[in-house]
């Protein structure tokens, strides 16, 4: 079965760039979260959708950053002129239900590195 | 802000040998998650403890939620090649805003050895 998908797997972007990330969550999923992972580190939250709302975005490091989720299923991270402290794996996951717990599935990530 | 410390950081044993990971908060949590990511790959659910003091058993994993919700252990049995991988525990809890939100640990990573 269809898990989440995400691209692209890898990026390099330079500098100042402004890229975009894309996440295909579990069809029929409810919930997306956007998780920020450091090399070796437990993922960071960065932000949750319920449907196309975008409820918490209380993890965004910065206003460079932005998410949507315009019709409730596919998800974009955006970053705008990315810094190197941007380069990290962002990881997507999609849940059936809204409220906890809930089991999250997570995507492969995208590895961004900025030159 | 919520933390949860996991110990060991790192941690390289022989196949067979028993080990136990330990996450530790000073927060209280409503629920409680372990996972096991490989490189390359997302973190792929181990199990859900919901309440304190439960345990649950995943053929050689043992999960234990802490008496006050607090603290949790992975215990493997006979260890594997398999097994190896970046652990990581997560702990849930409702927000101000409503919404419920897991924090992550900081990751034990196993090497099994054969």
């Known amino acids: 079965g269809a898990g989440v998908s995400q691209s692209p797997r890898y990026k390099v972007a330079k500098r100042g760039q402004d890229v975009a990330l894309r996440c295909d969550p579990i069809s029929g999923h409810v919930s997306l979260f956007w998780y920020q992972q450091a090399l070796g580190q437990g993922p960071e939250f960065l932000t949750y959708f319920q449907n196309e709302a975008q409820l918490d975005k209380s993890g965004l490091p910065s206003d460079r950053f932005f998410a949507e989720r315009p019709e409730g299923s596919v998800s974009t991270l955006k970053i705008q002129r990315t810094q190197q402290e941007d380069s990290a794996v962002y990881l997507c996951?999609?849940?059936?239900?809204?409220?906890?717990?809930?089991?999250?599935?997570f995507g492969p990530g995208t590895r961004l590195t900025v030159t | 802000t919520q933390l949860l410390e996991q110990s060991p950081q790192f941690l390289s044993i022989q196949e067979g040998e028993n080990l136990t990971v330990y996450c530790n908060s000073s927060?209280?949590?409503?629920?409680l998650q372990w996972y096991r990511q490989e490189p390359g790959e997302g973190p792929v659910l181990l199990v859900t403890?919901?309440?304190?003091?439960e345990v649950k058993k995943l053929k050689r994993l043992t999960f234990q939620f802490g008496d006050a919700r607090k603290d949790s252990s992975l215990h493997i049995t006979a260890a594997q090649p398999g097994d190896t991988g970046l652990y990581l525990c997560?702990?849930?809890?409702?927000?101000?805003?409503?919404?419920?939100?897991?924090?992550f640990g900081t990751g034990t990573r196993l090497k099994v050895l054969a």
């Open positions: 996951a999609s849940s059936a239900i809204a409220g906890g717990p809930y089991e999250q599935y």
């Open positions: 997560a702990g849930g809890s409702s927000t101000t805003s409503g919404t419920y939100k897991y924090i």
């Open positions: 927060s209280v949590f409503s629920s």
């Open positions: 403890v919901v309440t304190g003091g």
